[in-house]
T-cell receptor, first 112, second 112 residues
Framework: DAGVTQSPTHLIKTRGQQVTLRCSPK?????VSWYQQALGQGPQFIFQ???????QRGNFPDRFSGHQFPNYSSELNVNALLLGDSALYLC???????????FGAGTRLSVL | KQEVTQIPAALSVPEGENLVLNCSFT??????LQWFRQDPGKGLTSLLL?????REQTSGRLNASLDKSSGRSTLYIAASQPGDSATYLC???????????FGTGTRLKVLA
């Protein structure tokens, strides 16, 4: 049973560019959450998707947007990249009726 | 507003020592608490999940306790090994929301 998978593993972009990160949830899970982890910090909640809708959002600007597909996989899009967007982006999935989140290995984004 | 604090921020111990990592939270209205391990540059590995109705949970050399009334959890690692070197994070899903609030972690180094 595959766990949460994220792609790509690493990504290098320049300021002003746009990026798309992808996440496939654990089998049987219908909810996907995204987190940003800056170096030396704990992960910060970006948003959560359920039934293809954004259910809750953290304190992140509109440059951060997402999408969930009918197969429950999800994308995180970041527009107009800033140097400060350099971080590890983590995806977590959970199943119906539980708030236990399972995390993927993350995508390391470097903005130059 | 839920805040999670982890003490100490860093810890260096000789191999074989028993050690305790601390996690405190300000809002006791939680329904579980999760401890994670994170190796450098990697994603999160769940170690232990304690439901709000439980007082402790054990897995191998790890034991986690939860005291909701005092807003504290401890992770006890017995007979530490160099392979235990990592950052340990605690996280709580806050009542009424879907997001996890993380502490900033304890960086553990076990010396051979």
């Amino acid at each position: 049973d595959a766990g949460v998978t994220q792609s790509p593993t690493h990504l290098i972009k320049t300021r002003g560019q746009q990026v798309t990160l992808r996440c496939s949830p654990k089998s049987g899970h219908d909810t996907v959450s995204w987190y940003q982890q800056a170096l030396g910090q704990g992960p910060q909640f970006i948003f959560q998707y359920y039934e293809e809708e954004e259910r809750q959002r953290g304190n992140f600007p509109d440059r951060f947007s997402g999408h969930q597909f009918p197969n429950y996989s999800s994308e995180l899009n970041v527009n107009a990249l800033l140097l400060g967007d350099s971080a590890l982006y983590l995806c977590a999935s959970s199943g119906a009726g539980t708030n236990i989140q399972y995390f993927g290995a993350g995508t390391r984004l470097s903005v130059l | 507003k839920q805040e999670v604090t982890q003490i100490p921020a860093a810890l260096s111990v000789p191999e074989g020592e028993n050690l305790v990592l601390n996690c405190s939270f300000t809002d006791s209205a939680i329904y579980n608490l999760q401890w994670f391990r994170q190796d450098p540059g990697k994603g999160l590995t769940s170690l232990l999940l304690i439901q709000s109705s439980q007082r402790e949970q054990t897995s191998g050399r790890l034991n986690a306790s939860l005291d909701k009334s005092s807003g504290r959890s401890t992770l006890y690692i017995a007979a530490s090994q160099p392979g235990d070197s990592a950052t340990y994070l605690c996280a709580v899903p806050t009542s009424g929301t879907y997001k996890y609030i993380f502490g900033t972690g304890t960086r553990l180094k076990v010396l051979a």
